[in-house]
């Protein structure tokens, strides 16, 4: 799904979001995995994988959205 809002956003030009939606789905990621490590091991990775995923797509669906309302398409 992410990807979908991540081609929806560049062809609509708001290329502001995507970077933004990445940067944020990066840092969770890695944020997650260097808290989790000590207690869950190597898992904490594929977990710190979905909690960076899932910040992305709360990044990008509302702003998909608000796109939408606006009249962007």
Do not use: D, H
Not at 18 to 36: D, E, M, W
């Amino acid at each position: 799904m992410t990807n979908g809002l991540q081609g929806y956003f560049r062809g609509v030009g708001e290329m502001k979001i995507t970077l933004l939606a990445t940067l944020t789905q990066i840092s969770v990621r890695v944020i997650a995995t260097l808290l989790l490590t000590p207690a869950m091991g190597i898992s904490s990775v594929g977990l710190a994988c979905v909690l960076g995923w899932t910040a992305m797509i709360a990044w990008e669906f509302p702003m998909q959205m608000y796109i939408r309302r606006k009249g962007a398409l």
